[in-house]
């Protein structure tokens, strides 16, 4: 942060507290993290009073990952560039990676700058750039850009402890950018929540949407850049997106009468912003009664994230002004009385809506504010507005590719060579990282063992990676370091675990047992104590060490830390103090989860698996996706487990077919099992499963049932296809589903569950309908009051023709001993409440 915005801050808060307001009521934001990066510069460069320092190796902790060798190299330009940042540029020849350590998770400005330095052959480059979760740029080249420069701006939520920005050249070509900035954005900036306009209602999950910013207006007020914006952001004036110019009258009054309130502060908006404005144009037309509208022309395939700022500096007294705001021919605010809303004359107000485009012509969005008849007064006033593109269903911000399509994938002999495995082989491999590292530690034990600090690894040693770390700046730019976990020693593992209490047992595995454990400071854990077995080459040392460190994830039960002491083969993993999700579904004697917790469970599940998917430079397949592999926190969120041991070395093709014999049956892809070539699909049909298992209560397979009901696979699609799935689903959710809500999930689990891998979608789009099953669900719920006995929802289904939920018994899906451990627990609770 700039100094020069630190006075900023400080002397607006001083005049604001000389006109009387309250002072104490905003504490500034200070962003947890706060990267300014000049690419392929060799300097620390100074812009609009802002430092971006060099992402060069030798000066600074930038680092790169790249599939190749060479990867990327740096041209700069002396005279000719508009902005010091555009001096130089950083030119990717292959798929290349920028990753951020993120300090605090949570939306993040993502800034690109981008300036192809001429004579350098760059407006011929197409550039696409994506982060782990979403399509940011896709082939866009400057060919068909008039501007000579492109700046964009996105907010995204970043959920995990860093964040991956990698720029994809196309096919012979190239990709540049000259600065990348990543910023956190103040945690209520952008809430969860906007009203939704045609259709009506609110709108809910738009954190978990990606958001490009568009159009930043100042209305009637000059061009505010990053100097005077306490999050960095740029307002341009709004004069030219008038429909009619002499519509709109500007006016201003001093920034410092504006008062900002609990409700909104600083940082919604500068103060420059709320202290100017348009109001209705001069009465000298023939008709008075006429609005204002502003016009944008935008990408109709999107929907947009309208807010728009309001602060009545106009007014001589309250409850004076009284106006509409109308966005696209739909009436946003009806007789809005900033009044009654900011209770004050010159108090900031602003209002968020989620829109499509003009329905009269689709490549447009309109805003416009007009007088209300009830109004003594007639006028309409606007102070700023901001427009921002929602990411769509590929979680992209540009067409239609996700960035699973775009990302190429490692040829497929070496894919299916990281990717199968069984547990066994992944503990041996990592009893022999352990060992080898245990040499190494051992010297450094002291200082480690003390201060629970964490034992870096070096990550991507086998590709050309460098890294440095920064000591001196604040920023910490590494890719190539992170992670492994803490190491413990064995006295700490026995003292955690009561000496391996049996009373402790949380399961038993293929790997070995589960116990509960407790550190001093009262941290509760997860430690998997297992048997050493059979070693792995060293080969697979740093490929192990690489994806279980780049697994962290909010949806992923974590790796805390592992123990190699006394040839003790101990990981510690985070505990999760409500279990596996199938304890809550059937067998025993926990109350049964509403729609909404079940949801929100496979919503977090799919994230978990979308980013094992996806999220890593190599996709991984979980290969045994169930109910008992999804974990619940204490919260209810869930997370996937027992990932990350699935994968092994290259004498694949027993394990594979082990492998595939060892996975759970009633989750097993019909395909993966004749083809026997493993893909993220595979995944997908097994959390289809698990999604009927949701929502029907019952095992995967139930043998003792009749022959057609034994598969739930099978026997829930009978139901789905012919449109009747409430028929057979958990009774105790009977009427307290809305309708559409049901649909939509059983219309997801239906295409999971499709016959042929291609026929699946990908767990991102598993996760979007999921999502939009879940904004139906709470849209009705907003809507209807509980007791409700609205169209909205199923009526009482009177029935049963079928009790197959009754003979919880068995268990004996898979055979691993897991479940069988759990089916030993499960089957002293028989026939438990309300089945
Ligand atoms: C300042 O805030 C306090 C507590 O929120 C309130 O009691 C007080 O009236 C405020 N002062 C002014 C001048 O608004
Ligand atoms: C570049 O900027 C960083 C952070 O502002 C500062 O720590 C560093 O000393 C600067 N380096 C030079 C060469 O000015
Ligand atoms: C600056 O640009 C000019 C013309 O483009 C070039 O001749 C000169 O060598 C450049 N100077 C540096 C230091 O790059
Ligand atoms: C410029 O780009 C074209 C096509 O992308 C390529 O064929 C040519 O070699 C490039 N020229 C230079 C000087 O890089
Ligand atoms: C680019 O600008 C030229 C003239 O300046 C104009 O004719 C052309 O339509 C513009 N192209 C685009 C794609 O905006
Ligand atoms: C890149 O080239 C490969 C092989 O020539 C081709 O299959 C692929 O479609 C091309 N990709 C793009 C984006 O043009
Ligand atoms: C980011 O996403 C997480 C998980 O989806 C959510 O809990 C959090 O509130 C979001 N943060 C923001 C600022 O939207
Ligand atoms: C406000 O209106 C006046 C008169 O029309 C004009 O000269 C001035 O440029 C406007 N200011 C802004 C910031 O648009
Ligand atoms: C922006 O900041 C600069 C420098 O701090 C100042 O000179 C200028 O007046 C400011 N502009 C606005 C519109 O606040
Ligand atoms: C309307 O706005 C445009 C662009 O800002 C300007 O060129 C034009 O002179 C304006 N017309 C009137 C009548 O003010
Ligand atoms: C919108 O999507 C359609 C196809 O889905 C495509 O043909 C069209 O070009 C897209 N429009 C824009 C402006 O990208
Ligand atoms: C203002 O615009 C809205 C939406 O297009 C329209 O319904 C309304 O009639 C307009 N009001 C006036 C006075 O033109």
């Known amino acids: 942060m700039s100094i020069v915005k630190w006075v900023f801050v400080v002397v607006s808060l001083f005049i604001l507290g000389f006109v009387g307001t309250n002072t104490t009521t905003y504490a500034t934001f200070t962003p947890a993290d706060n990267y300014l990066i000049a690419c392929g510069s060799s300097q620390n460069v100074t812009f609009l009073g802002q430092t971006y320092t060099p992402d060069s190796l030798q000066s600074s902790s930038v680092s790169f990952k790249s599939q190749e060798n060479e990867n990327s190299f740096v041209i700069t330009s002396n005279s000719t560039a508009p902005f010091p940042i555009y001096q130089s540029a950083r030119i990717f020849t292959t798929t290349t990676s920028y990753k951020f350590d993120i300090k605090q998770e949570g939306r993040h400005f993502i800034r690109l700058h981008f300036y192809p330095i001429p004579n350098q052959n760059l407006s011929s480059a197409s550039i696409t750039v994506v982060t782990e979760d979403f399509v940011l740029l896709h082939n866009f080249n400057f060919h068909d850009y008039n501007g000579t420069y492109l700046f964009k701006e996105y907010a995204i939520n970043v959920t995990s402890n860093s964040l991956a920005i990698t720029f994809i050249p196309a096919n012979n070509s190239v990709a540049f950018v000259n600065a990348i900035e990543v910023v956190s954005v103040p945690e209520n900036l952008i809430s969860d929540q906007a009203v939704s306009l045609s259709p009506s209602g609110p709108f809910n999950g738009l954190s978990e949407l990606a958001l490009e910013t568009i159009y930043r207006l100042n209305m009637g007020g000059p061009l505010i850049t990053a100097q005077n914006d306490t999050l960095g952001r740029t307002w341009e004036n709004d004069v030219k997106y008038l429909h009619v110019n002499s519509s709109a009258v500007n006016v201003s009054v001093d920034p410092s009468n504006i008062k900002y309130s609990t409700e909104v502060a600083p940082e919604i908006a500068p103060n420059y912003v709320y202290a100017t404005a348009q109001t209705m144009g001069d009465a000298n037309v023939a008709n008075v009664n006429f609005n204002i509208t502003w016009v944008f022309l935008v990408d109709p395939n999107f929907s947009y994230f309208v807010r728009i700022h309001f602060c009545d500096i106009v007014s001589k007294s309250l409850n004076s002004l009284i106006f509409n705001l109308y966005i696209n021919t739909d009436i946003a605010l009806g007789s809005l009385d900033l009044s009654n809303q900011a209770g004050h004359l010159d108090v900031p107000y602003y209002r968020d809506f989620v829109c499509k485009?003009?329905?009269?012509?689709?490549?447009?969005?309109?805003?416009?504010?007009?007088?209300?008849?009830?109004?003594?007064?007639?006028?309409?006033?606007?102070?700023?507005?901001?427009?921002?593109?929602?990411?769509?269903?590929?979680?992209?911000?540009?067409?239609?590719?996700?960035?699973?399509?775009?990302?190429?994938?490692?040829?497929?002999?070496?894919?299916?060579?990281?990717?199968?495995?069984?547990?066994?082989?992944?503990?041996?491999?990592?009893?022999?990282?352990?060992?080898?590292?245990?040499?190494?530690?051992?010297?450094?034990?002291?200082?480690?063992?003390?201060?629970?600090?964490?034992?870096?690894?070096?990550?991507?040693?086998?590709?050309?990676?460098?890294?440095?770390?920064?000591?001196?700046?604040?920023?910490?730019?590494?890719?190539?370091?992170?992670?492994?976990?803490?190491?413990?020693?064995?006295?700490?593992?026995?003292?955690?675990?009561?000496?391996?209490?049996?009373?402790?047992?949380?399961?038993?595995?293929?790997?070995?047992?589960?116990?509960?454990?407790?550190?001093?400071?009262?941290?509760?854990?997860?430690?998997?104590?297992?048997?050493?077995?059979?070693?792995?080459?060293?080969?697979?040392?740093?490929?192990?060490?690489?994806?279980?460190?780049?697994?962290?994830?909010?949806?992923?039960?974590?790796?805390?830390?592992?123990?190699?002491?006394?040839?003790?083969?101990?990981?510690?993993?985070?505990?999760?103090?409500?279990g596996p999700l199938r304890s809550h579904l059937y067998g025993t004697d926990f109350p049964p989860l509403s729609w909404k917790q079940r949801l929100e469970i496979c919503i977090g599940a799919a994230r978990g698996l979308h980013y094992l998917h996806t999220g890593a430079a190599q996709s991984i397949i979980h290969r045994d996706v169930k109910t008992t592999n999804i974990l619940l926190d204490e919260n209810f969120v869930a997370k996937v487990a027992d990932f990350g041991l699935s994968k092994a070395g290259p004498a694949l093709d027993q394990t594979h077919v082990s492998t595939a014999v060892k996975g759970s049956f009633g989750y097993l892809d019909p395909e993966y099992f004749r083809r026997q070539q493993l893909t993220e699909k595979s995944d997908v049909y097994s959390f289809g499963v698990v999604l009927m298992e949701v929502l029907c209560t019952r095992p995967a397979l139930n043998p003792v049932l009749p022959r057609e009901q034994v598969n739930i696979a099978e026997w829930a699609m009978t139901w789905q296809k012919k449109g009747m799935l409430d028929q057979i689903m958990d009774k105790n959710l009977v009427g307290k589903v809305n309708f559409a809500s049901l649909k939509k999930f059983g219309e997801t689990a239906e295409k999971c569950l499709a016959e042929y891998g291609v026929d699946r979608p990908s767990m991102g789009d598993i996760l979007w309908n999921l999502e939009y099953a879940l904004q139906l669900e709470e849209t009705s719920s907003a809507l209807t009051e509980p007791d409700d006995n609205s169209t909205n929802h199923i009526r009482g289904i009177e029935l049963g023709p079928l009790e197959p939920f009754e003979n919880s018994v068995s268990m004996i899906e898979g055979d691993d001993a897991e479940d069988a451990a759990n089916s030993a627990v499960f089957s002293q609770l028989v026939n438990p409440r309300g089945r």
């Open 357 to 578: 485009t003009s329905v009269d012509d689709p490549s447009v969005l309109t805003v416009s504010v007009g007088p209300d008849t009830s109004a003594d007064v007639i006028n309409a006033i606007m102070n700023g507005l901001e427009i921002m593109k929602i990411s769509n269903e590929a979680r992209s911000l540009t067409g239609l590719s996700s960035v699973e399509s775009l990302l190429v994938l490692p040829p497929k002999k070496n894919k299916a060579r990281i990717i199968i495995g069984s547990v066994v082989a992944g503990v041996g491999v990592l009893a022999f990282i352990i060992l080898c590292y245990c040499c190494l530690v051992a010297r450094k034990s002291k200082a480690v063992h003390q201060g629970s600090s964490w034992l870096p690894l070096p990550l991507y040693g086998n590709s050309l990676t460098v890294s440095k770390m920064s000591t001196t700046s604040q920023s910490c730019i590494s890719l190539a370091t992170s992670n492994f976990g803490r190491f413990f020693t064995f006295q700490e593992i026995m003292e955690a675990t009561n000496k391996f209490d049996e009373t402790l047992l949380l399961g038993v595995g293929g790997f070995g047992r589960v116990y509960k454990g407790t550190l001093e400071d009262g941290t509760n854990l997860a430690v998997k104590r297992g048997n050493p077995r059979s070693e792995q080459g060293q080969a697979e040392f740093r490929t192990e060490i690489e994806m279980l460190s780049k697994l962290r994830h909010r949806h992923l039960v974590s790796l805390i830390g592992y123990c190699d002491e006394r040839s003790e083969m101990i990981l510690v993993y985070e505990y999760m103090a409500n």
